[in-house]
């Protein structure tokens, strides 16, 4: 398989929906919600707790129009369209990712408000002005111009809208050798 960059080749699992199926099944879940995937489809530090402790910080609301850059399998694109009532489009460069999570959306019913989107970050396949959040977690780590994604972020938000991040940073100033989970 050829992949666009080092980090969708890194990030890339074959067989992400079916594994997540088999282990659901095995734990005896049948009627699936979308806090049953919660565990595994917030795979950043603190998981889906902290998803909805940024939420209710930022001040979402059903008229919300959201961007998460870098969405993995779009866990907490789920939890601020069914939480919150956003409307959410997920995007990342990973094509397992986003297929997992369309697939995983569709599965909870909620792709009425959640899309989801192949598309790089620091490209963004989006008109100015389109989103009152950008949101990202853990992504900015496997960015190494940085300029260029926070130019798209605020390219993308509206006025007065708010980009919501979530990482890892440091304060040494060394070499850094991309991606850096």
Same mark, same amino acid.
Not at 136 to 165: A, C, W
């Given at each position: 398989?050829?992949?666009?960059?080092?980090?969708?080749?890194?990030?890339?699992?074959? *067989?992400?929906?079916?594994?997540?199926?088999?282990?659901?099944?095995?734990?005896? &879940?049948?009627?699936?919600?979308? +806090?049953?995937?919660?565990?595994?489809?917030? /795979?950043?530090?603190?998981?889906? $707790?902290?998803?909805?402790?940024? $939420?209710?910080?930022? =001040? %979402?609301? +059903?008229?919300?129009? #959201?961007?998460?850059? =870098?969405? *993995?399998? *779009?866990? !907490?694109?789920?939890?601020?369209?069914?939480?919150?009532?956003?409307?959410?489009? *997920?995007?990342?460069?990973?094509?397992? %990712?986003?297929?997992?999570?369309?697939?995983?959306? $569709?599965? #909870?019913?909620?792709?009425?408000? &959640?899309? /989801?989107? @192949?598309?790089?970050?620091?490209?963004? !396949?989006?008109?100015?002005?389109? /989103?009152? /959040?950008?949101?990202?977690?853990?992504?900015?780590?496997?960015?190494?111009?940085?300029? @260029?994604?926070?130019?798209?972020?605020?390219? #993308?938000?509206? !006025?007065?809208?708010? %980009?919501?991040?979530?990482? &890892?940073?440091? +304060? @040494?100033?060394?070499?850094?050798?991309?991606? #850096? !989970?």
């Amino acid at each position: 398989m050829a992949f666009d960059s080092p980090v969708e080749e890194h990030y890339h699992r074959n *067989g992400l929906y079916d594994t997540i199926m088999n282990k659901l099944q095995q734990l005896g &879940v049948t009627a699936i919600t979308r +806090k049953d995937i919660s565990g595994v489809d917030e /795979f950043h530090i603190r998981g889906a $707790a902290i998803s909805l402790e940024l $939420a209710n910080e930022a =001040g %979402f609301n +059903k008229y919300s129009k #959201v961007l998460d850059a =870098g969405c *993995g399998l *779009g866990g !907490p694109c789920r939890m601020l369209a069914d939480e919150f009532g956003c409307d959410v489009t *997920g995007i990342d460069i990973t094509e397992e %990712f986003i297929q997992t999570a369309q697939r995983l959306t $569709a599965l #909870v019913k909620l792709e009425d408000r &959640v899309t /989801f989107l @192949k598309a790089d970050a620091l490209q963004l !396949p989006f008109s100015d002005e389109s /989103f009152d /959040f950008v949101w990202t977690q853990h992504v900015q780590m496997n960015i190494e111009d940085k300029k @260029k994604f926070y130019s798209e972020m605020e390219r #993308v938000l509206k !006025p007065g809208g708010k %980009f919501i991040y979530y990482d &890892v940073l440091g +304060k @040494k100033k060394e070499s850094l050798y991309y991606h #850096v !989970p």
